[in-house]
């Protein structure tokens, strides 16, 4: 499978924490700031977190922050999400793409499987 295939997802009551994963296949991803997005049911997908090349700049967005970490490891071919403190409005299925701007991901048809997170006690 080539691409970007998120994993990680699952099940966890509201609290808890999980780890998501997207590994690269195909190619490196040692050029590209890398992005963390997600879809609510019935929203919008919009972005939650991104990452520099080096990994030594990072954002969130204001509903995530101080509750998810973004990291990667290049060798690896892979950038992560910590999910700590997760609330049931942070159900979604998300995503990674290999940049930050969602319209970049839309322009070009991108967007992966995804992997499903669903918050509930």
């Known amino acids: 499978q080539l691409g970007l295939v998120e994993s990680g997802g699952g099940l966890v009551q509201p609290g808890g924490s999980l780890r998501l994963s997207c590994t690269a296949f195909?190619?490196?991803?040692?050029?590209?700031?890398m992005g963390w997005f997600r879809q609510a049911p019935g929203k919008e997908r919009e972005g939650v977190s991104c990452i520099s090349t080096s990994g030594d700049s990072t954002n969130y967005a204001d509903s995530v922050k101080g509750r998810f970490t973004i990291s990667r490891d290049n060798a690896k071919k892979t950038v992560y999400l910590q999910m700590d403190s997760l609330k049931p409005e942070d159900t979604a299925v998300y995503y990674c793409?290999?940049?930050?701007?969602?319209?970049?991901?839309?322009?070009?048809?991108?967007w992966g499987q995804g992997t499903l997170v669903t918050v509930s006690s």
């Open positions: 793409a290999t940049t930050c701007e969602k319209s970049k991901v839309d322009a070009l048809n991108a």
């Open positions: 195909g190619f490196t991803i040692n050029y590209y700031s």
